[in-house]
């Protein structure tokens, strides 16, 4: 059980991976803009979070109120991701404010995931 939890760890870190690392090459290749591979990443962390938030395979009481918030951030960054697609697709680009936060929030989620005990 507890080499699935690690696989599950495992295809977790993949979508945050390929949602910070979309968000990078955007941001040094100065386009700023929302793509796929985003949506796909942050699909990809959340179901994997979901999974992982599971009482199974540990033998100590899951921390709900760190998986809560890293929840409510998944959440936030979803919409800032929905809210500039919608954006680039009627023909504008997506706000400075949205694009970093989406960065800033994914960083965070990240963080909180690591140093929250």
Do not use: C, D
């Not at 919409?79 to 697609?85: P, R, Y």
């Amino acid at each position: 059980m507890e080499t699935l939890r690690h696989i599950v760890v495992f295809v977790h870190l993949i979508g945050f991976a390929v949602l910070f690392g979309a968000w990078v090459v955007e941001a040094t290749s100065r386009r700023f803009g929302v793509t796929r591979l985003m949506n796909w990443g942050l699909a990809i962390a959340g179901v994997a979070g979901l999974v992982l938030a599971a009482p199974w395979g540990i033998s100590y009481e899951p921390n709900y109120v760190k998986i809560g918030v890293k929840l409510v951030v998944l959440i936030v960054i979803g919409a800032l991701i929905g809210i500039g697609s919608a954006r680039q697709r009627r023909g504008g680009s997506v706000p400075p404010a949205i694009f970093w936060s989406i960065g800033v929030l994914t960083l965070a989620n990240a963080g909180i995931a690591v140093i929250w005990r």
